[in-house]
């Protein structure tokens, strides 16, 4: 399996090999740097980035020109450069010593099944974490189905996960995904309010009956359209499986793509559901924690009102 960092040794440093800095007003890394080592010539301090020794609110960063903002937190370690993760399949947005957020790609499993144990999100993460060292642990916070892609969360603590999962209304603020719903939809927003159930061949299908399933509540905007395809924003006020899945069938309006829930075609090659927007307290620090993914590319096109037709997916 390919490894999800590199296997170069990883030269040992201690928290004293470390300096941290708190930013006392917006500017561009580079320039913050001169500012901060006027008694460094310009090119030690550049070396700094080059060797990934300088990391922006616990991200290692290498770009000169990267946004510094009053409050942001420097790590400059200056003995060896932080582990830089890189996988094909995620990617690594934030990670500190409790949390850590990934942008998951589509076609990837969060975890594992009884027939995939290797490959999903979180052994690839796992490996990660004990590349550094091996008694870390990872923990799953929730889950994203195997075709939705975006934002995801996990803890390195089983303490964290509980804490995030127990609290989780009062501490997950906001949770917001964009989908490609197939034809035009009637009202520009609305909301969808059913209970949630599971049939015995895994189907999620919605009911009015409260003994039967879960309330689900979703609330939507539509951001464009054209006559055979709607980008749509989706507002998550409970998280239940397949949520959004059911209730956009529910409306008529099946997601491009999910013909499991009543779906014609796939235009995009893909189920075209994504989390784009997490926003919680640190279970920790209770920093408010804004991340947000850009919308790919292709929802936006085919979705286009003067784009090409949708119908064949060009």
């Known amino acids: 399996m390919r490894q999800p960092s590199d296997k170069r040794p990883r030269r040992r440093f201690s928290d004293k090999d470390i300096k941290r800095f ?26 700094y980035l080059t060797h990934r020794q300088v990391a922006v609110n616990d ?26 993760f890189k996988h094909n ?43 550094q060292n091996p008694e870390n642990k990872l923990f799953i ?14 803890a390195k603590s089983k303490g964290i996960q509980e804490q ?10 906001e949770r917001k995904y964009v989908a490609v719903v197939e034809g035009q939809m009637e009202q520009p927003e609305g909301m969808v309010r059913s209970y949630l159930a599971e049939n015995a061949a895994f189907q999620v299908y919605s009911t009015d009956n409260p003994e039967e399933g879960q309330l689900a509540i979703t609330r939507y ?9 709607s980008l749509v924003e989706l507002n998550l006020a409970t998280g239940r499986k397949n949520q959004i899945r059911v209730h ?49 590319p292709r929802f936006l096109s085919i979705t286009a009102s003067t784009g090409p037709s949708a119908v064949d997916g060009k």
Do not use: C
């Open 22 to 47: 708190k930013v006392e007003h917006d500017d561009t890394l580079l320039n913050y740097l001169f500012t901060l080592f006027g008694d460094k010539s310009r090119t030690t301090v550049k070396s």
């Open 59 to 84: 991200m290692p960063v290498t770009q000169f020109d990267t946004v510094l903002h009053a409050g942001d937190e420097l790590k400059i370690n200056f003995k060896a450069g932080f582990s830089v």
């Open 221 to 229: 905007k539509v951001l464009s359209s054209n006559k055979h395809f």
């Open 248 to 296: 956009m069938h529910d409306l008529g309006h099946s997601i491009a793509g999910d013909r499991k829930y009543g779906a014609h075609g796939s235009p995009l090659g893909r189920v075209a559901l994504h989390a784009y927007k997490l926003r919680f307290a640190h279970p920790v620090t209770r920093k408010e924690m804004n991340f947000e993914t850009p919308i790919p």
């Open 141 to 154: 916070v929730h889950r994203l189905d195997r075709d939705t892609s975006g934002l995801m969360m996990f």
């Open 89 to 131: 399949r995620l990617r690594l947005v934030y990670e500190d010593e409790y949390i850590l957020v990934i942008d998951k790609g589509y076609g990837l499993l969060s975890m594992s099944t009884d027939r995939i144990k290797t490959g999903t999100a979180y052994s690839i993460l796992s490996d990660y974490v004990k590349s």
């Open 164 to 173: 995030m999962q127990h609290n989780w209304h009062n501490m997950v603020l």
